[in-house]
């Protein structure tokens, strides 16, 4: 197990107000309608917000908070897909701490949002020979057999991709995660939602900056890793 995130509800969802606030009716364990709960990922999550599909909640920790709910996971086919972004660091951290070798080698330290530029990046690691500048993006589309990133467009994307390409230019190492939530075998650029983001990665790759898509599992409130799955672009 990576990460846990205990759960304190289950609700359907019913609609997304806007960008950061969903409509949920709560049904276990006790039953409330029309609940607002906050939505915390930029992405359009359509696949897996939409009206009836089944959701988890936990409780907000602040209680002076106009929404009193976090939305955390949504159903799909294979099981539970994690929707929610504000976990990612803490996700990569543990990640690194614990199977970071199959990536970095020997991990000495591990910085959060190191500075560049007029940007922060997720992470800047060092191993016991080099630094490695590190991003990370969360992947929750899938299209049949294929993971897709992004679902929306982004520009904040494509000028981390940037950046790293500049580090790499500069001899330093890059390298950005994908988390893949869903149950896909290969990973690729959303060439139709994003060609400007599909075709920085695209580049970054050419200038070696490694491309890592990990699989993981949530289940029973519980994030697991699963394998590395292989990157795949149209050139």
Known sequence: MIL?????????????????????DIVKPFAKKGVPVH??????????????????????DNPKRKTKWDLISAKNEQGEVLV?????????????????????????KIKPEPPYKNSRLDFLINNKDEEIWLETKGCTLKKGTKALFPDTPTKRGSKHIKHLI????????????????VNAEYFMPNYAMDPVFSKILEKARTKGVEIFPLKFLFENDKIFYKKIIPPRFFS
Request: glycine share 6%; net charge positive; aromatic share 10%.
């Open 84 to 108: 929610n972004s504000a976990y990612h660091r803490q996700l990569v951290k543990n990640f690194l701490r614990k199977k970071g070798r199959i990536l970095f080698d020997e991990i000495s």
């Open 166 to 181: 500049e580090l790499k230019k500069q001899g330093k190492r890059a390298a950005i995660i994908f988390l893949v939530f």
């Open 4 to 24: 846990e995130i205990p759960t304190d509800a289950k609700a359907i969802f019913k609609k997304r107000e806007n960008r950061f606030l969903g409509i949920v």
């Open 39 to 60: 939505v915390h990922d930029p992405g359009r999550l359509t696949e897996l917000l939409y009206e009836g599909n089944t959701v988890k909640l936990k409780k907000a």
